[in-house]
């Protein structure tokens, strides 16, 4: 029984899945949102310019993420920010799902002036996830129950 605690290696092939994360995460979150003129989609609500600075310091986040977490290790607060980043940055009338859940007058008089909280929120949220995995002592999940990637004592 090793009582030693290891630290995660942080090697050239984690920096670099990061790194891709990071530039894929950023073009197609802001593709999808049209933070920038696409063929794709089209912007139904103007950029008002927090939305870029809160995309890449999302992306950056969810990026080192990748790079320091745990192997077999659930993201589920990074995911979270991730999701309300993206809702942050998203154009409220555009995002069909919130669209058919709340409608179009109550997405544009309750949701767009709270829309930079949101996604603050998420910047926030993915940045302590950073900060518990660098934190972290040791490379095991602190529980096993916890990640769907650990195989259990009967599999």
């Given at each position: 029984?090793?009582?030693?605690?290891?630290?995660?290696?942080?090697?050239?092939?984690?920096?670099?899945?990061?790194?891709?994360?990071?530039?894929?995460?950023?073009?197609?979150?802001?593709?999808?949102?049209?933070?920038?003129?696409?063929p794709?989609?089209?912007?139904?609500?103007?950029?008002?310019?927090?939305?870029?600075g809160?995309?890449?310091l999302?992306?950056?986040?969810?990026?080192?993420?990748?790079?320091?977490?745990?192997?077999?290790?659930?993201?589920?607060?990074?995911?979270?920010?991730?999701?309300?980043?993206?809702?942050?940055?998203?154009?409220?009338?555009?995002?069909k799902?919130?669209l058919?859940?709340?409608?179009?007058?109550?997405?544009?008089?309750?949701?767009?002036?709270?829309?930079?909280?949101?996604?603050?929120?998420?910047v926030?949220l993915?940045?302590?996830?950073?900060?518990?995995e660098?934190?972290?002592?040791?490379?095991?999940?602190?529980?096993?129950?916890?990640?769907?990637?650990?195989?259990?004592?009967g599999?």
């Amino acid at each position: 029984m090793q009582d030693e605690r290891q630290k995660i290696q942080i090697t050239p092939l984690r920096v670099l899945k990061g790194v891709a994360v990071m530039v894929v995460l950023f073009v197609v979150l802001g593709t999808v949102s049209a933070l920038w003129e696409n063929p794709l989609f089209v912007r139904m609500t103007p950029v008002s310019g927090f939305e870029i600075g809160a995309l890449f310091l999302l992306s950056v986040l969810i990026g080192v993420f990748v790079v320091v977490r745990r192997p077999g290790c659930m993201g589920k607060t990074a995911g979270t920010g991730g999701v309300l980043g993206f809702l942050g940055i998203a154009c409220p009338v555009c995002n069909k799902i919130l669209l058919i859940v709340f409608g179009g007058d109550l997405l544009l008089t309750y949701f767009e002036p709270v829309r930079i909280y949101v996604a603050g929120l998420g910047v926030i949220l993915a940045g302590w996830a950073v900060l518990n995995e660098i934190r972290r002592e040791d490379v095991s999940c602190p529980d096993t129950h916890d990640s769907a990637l650990t195989p259990t004592a009967g599999s």
